[in-house]
């Protein structure tokens, strides 16, 4: 038997793993929701992980809140080792599923793919007997980020559920997810004043110093920089430089902005997204070849990455 569920594959730019499949599941329903993922509601920390020393771009509570308006959650633990059979039921009920894994043991195209143990929220799009196949929706690592639908054999599945490292139940207290839309879709309206408040409260998130102060992290910071900070550099920030782009070409077309404003902020993308290169380029050498990394000049490109960002938000306060 093969069943896939329905799903338009969101692939403007690479948010992180739930803000995608959120809104890749919504746009088959409703092409507005593209514009939800354009908006800036992200702040910069440190976490979820002790060993992470560049800022986080986590999403806020808006995403959830758009995303719960069009489909009702559950939460579940398991209540026997029948993966295979949950994910059949649940996709033929027609619900959408995420299961926590274990990266590690999951899709070859993944970062972390025989490189790293992370517990991670997969959502199965669809299943196939006769190639004893899943179709999950992740994101692929290249020169850039992409996300889509990769296959998955069956075998793979008890392992990345059942791994010692998979810590899924540990921080969402659930083992697996279910979403079922509430009847009609709503559209997403694009909210100009909640745009603007985003980008004061990103702007009061920068003001402090500890994201671009790399000493607060100890002497031996530079010795201790692990694979998923490249990723997460690369991943998060470059991405959302985008993401933001598209934020601004859709205010200027909208007349919210100039395009004059329009053409600086992106201006100043595009000067993160170089300085971003320069540091995934140092990141991704150290690893290769052990050799220490230029810690100051790292820190002296970081700088500027905050920087720019400050004074984009900046450049059209007086809208944004």
């Keep these: 038997m093969r069943n896939r569920i329905n799903i338009c594959v969101f692939d403007d730019f690479f948010a992180d793993c739930m803000i995608n499949a959120m809104i890749s599941m919504t746009l088959f329903y409703d092409e507005s929701y593209r514009l939800a993922a354009y908006m800036n509601g992200y702040e910069p920390h440190?976490?979820?992980y002790d060993d992470q020393y560049f800022p986080y771009l986590g999403y806020v509570e808006e995403y959830i809140n758009v995303f719960e308006r069009c489909f009702e959650y559950q939460g579940f633990l398991y209540q026997d080792d029948d993966y295979l059979g949950l994910v059949k039921k649940s996709i033929n009920d027609g619900y959408y599923l995420q299961l926590g894994v274990d990266l590690f043991y999951w899709h070859e195209t993944g970062s972390a793919y025989q490189k790293e143990h992370l517990a991670h929220p997969s959502l199965i799009v669809g299943y196939d007997d006769a190639l004893s196949t899943l179709y999950v929706l992740e994101d692929s690592l290249g020169s850039m980020v992409s996300y889509g639908i990769c296959e998955v054999p069956y075998g793979r599945l008890h392992q990345a559920i059942a791994s010692?490292?998979?810590?899924f139940r540990e921080f969402m207290g659930e083992d697996y997810h279910l979403w079922k839309r509430k009847g009609e879709v709503p559209s997403f309206t694009m909210d100009y004043e909640k745009v603007k408040q985003n980008a004061r409260d990103i702007l009061d998130n920068l003001s402090?110093?500890?994201?671009?102060n790399f000493s607060m992290h100890g002497d031996d910071f530079s010795d201790r920089l692990v694979p998923?900070?490249?990723i997460k550099v690369h991943t998060r920030y470059e991405n959302r430089c985008i993401a933001n782009k598209l934020l601004f070409k859709e205010l200027f077309q909208r007349g919210c902005i100039s395009q004059k404003q329009c053409d600086t902020m992106t201006e100043c993308c595009q000067n993160?997204?170089?300085?971003?290169?320069?540091?995934?380029y140092n990141l991704l050498r150290q690893q290769k070849t052990r050799r220490k990394l230029n810690l100051e000049f790292i820190e002296k490109l970081w700088k500027n990455i905050i920087q720019t960002e400050i004074e984009m938000w900046k450049i059209g306060r007086a809208n944004v």
């Design 272 to 280: 993160m997204m170089e300085d971003i290169g320069r540091v995934k």
């Design 164 to 167: 010692k490292e998979n810590n």
């Design 228 to 230: 998923n900070e490249y």
């Design 46 to 48: 440190f976490g979820p």
């Design 208 to 212: 402090n110093d500890k994201f671009t």
